[in-house]
């Protein structure tokens, strides 16, 4: 769970809780981010608006923390094969999560722009996502021997690529990529 913000108030209902943050991704997925409301939310949960500002200070935060759960649950390094390979696999994954018919990549773009915005939400964005992202890659590198002061560049290098085309859309994110990225990524670990 995300250290957001929390308020005093009544345990949470681990029933509601699964529905507000089903419901918050559901609605940013099919109406997009921008026209998903806290009220939306409340609606498609069965809860009242009260509870979800009881529990999160704003949908960025409720979206936030839907989306990171989805990703721990969804996306792992393979832990097979050559460096190369895991990283194909593992980035093939993250591809899939964003593009598949239940794809994030457009709520994924919407919360890098809010983060944009406020200093306090990136932190949790980065705390949430990009760094456990990042751990869970550092862990193949760190498998196959890289040593940890490699790690940094070798992270930027395997995600810069990914979210430069996520965020201006201009090529796709697809297997060939994720070997393409890959390969690149173990050449550079190999120096």
């Keep these: 769970m995300i250290s957001a913000p929390r308020r ?6 681990a029933t509601a809780h699964r529905a ?3 419901a918050a991704l559901a609605i940013a997925r099919k109406k997009g981010y921008r026209a998903l409301t806290v009220d939306a939310i409340a609606e498609a ?3 009242g608006k009260q509870t979800i500002y009881r529990w999160w200070p704003s949908k960025a935060e409720v979206v936030l923390e839907a989306l990171a759960e989805r990703s721990r649950a969804r996306i792992r390094a393979p832990g097979i094969g050559t460096l190369a390979e895991e990283v194909a696999g593992f980035l093939a994954q993250t ?12 709520v994924f773009k919407a919360l890098m722009a809010e983060a944009q915005l406020s200093s306090a939400f990136a932190a949790r964005f980065r705390a949430a996502l990009i760094d456990h992202r990042r751990a869970a890659l550092a862990e193949v590198f760190t498998r196959h ?3 940890p002061e490699r790690h940094g560049l070798l992270l930027d290098l395997a995600f810069g690529p990914v979210w430069y085309r996520l965020l201006l859309a201009y090529a796709g994110l697809d297997e060939d990529f994720a070997r393409e990225v890959a390969a690149s990524v173990a050449h550079a670990a190999a120096y």
Aim: aromatic residues 4%.
């Design 20 to 22: 507000i943050l089903g």
């Design 95 to 106: 591809f899939r999560a964003l593009n598949g018919p239940h794809g994030t990549g457009p």
């Design 8 to 13: 005093a108030g009544r345990k949470r209902s």
């Design 45 to 47: 949960a069965g809860v």
């Design 145 to 147: 021997g890289v040593a």
